[in-house]
């Protein structure tokens, strides 16, 4: 079945260490996206790409990083410089680039600092 | 920049009856469009309705209809026979033109609550 794909499920960070998140879709979608999730807030956007080798900030892309070497995989690597990390992450990906076709989205991951 | 408002934090209905979730949005756009998504207790984040704004008739999937009202930039989701699985966070999301509605803006948010 095709779908997205997030790991690990749960996460933990030590102080001044990078992380990275892995996202896999195999439904062929164009465009990517990082969002993170905090509790009693909506989903905030880090980072989205929609095609290969490119990708733009969103609203919170400080501490974060990101890559697009294939159509498939859009990892997140989140920093030392992020501070404050703990939250739920959530990977999406949709079908061509126009916005008007909804996203689909993987289970998450959820980081912790140790 | 287009904003998202849901102001019910929590909402409550009964197994079997129907309730209304509200969400307001503000573009000063023409087109645009409008989803519904569901997060329930696993985290994962599932498409409920979209609405595209240059449609009339108010979008239905099953029990889920939405009551927009693009004058007063509405988008409520309103929930028939309500049941057990219903229960969730509902969050309303609309992406903004400007971005070439690349970006999704996302409300902050309605949980629901089901009794039997």
């Known amino acids: 079945d095709g779908g997205i794909t997030q790991s690990p499920k749960y996460l933990f960070r030590k102080e001044g260490q990078n992380v990275t998140l892995s996202c896999e879709q195999n439904l062929n979608h164009d465009a990517m996206y990082w969002y993170r999730q905090d509790p009693g807030q909506g989903l905030r956007l880090i980072y989205y790409?929609?095609?290969?080798?490119?990708?733009q900030k969103g609203d919170i892309a400080e501490g974060y990083s990101v890559s697009r070497e294939k159509k498939e995989s859009f990892p997140l690597t989140v920093t030392s410089a992020q501070k404050n990390p703990t939250a739920f992450y959530l990977c999406?990906?949709?079908?061509?680039?126009?916005?008007?076709?909804?996203?689909?989205f993987g289970d998450g991951t959820r980081l912790s600092i140790l | 920049a287009q904003t998202v408002t849901q102001s019910q934090p929590e909402m409550s209905v009964q197994e079997a009856e129907t309730v209304t979730l509200s969400c307001t949005y503000d573009?000063?756009?023409?087109?645009?469009?409008l989803f519904w998504y569901k997060q329930p207790p696993s985290r994962q984040m599932i498409l409920v309705i979209r609405q595209e704004a240059y449609k009339q008739q108010n979008a239905t999937e099953n029990r889920f209809s939405v009551n927009f009202q693009k004058a007063a930039k509405s988008f409520s989701l309103k929930i028939s026979d309500s049941q057990l699985g219903d229960a969730a966070m509902y969050f309303c999301a609309s992406p903004p033109m400007n971005t070439g509605f690349q970006k999704l803006v996302f409300g902050t948010g309605t949980r629901l609550l089901v009794s039997p």
């Open positions: 999406a990906s949709m079908y061509g680039t126009l916005g008007n076709q909804p996203q689909h």
């Open positions: 790409s929609q095609i290969v080798n490119d990708f």
């Open positions: 573009t000063s756009e023409s087109d645009y469009y």
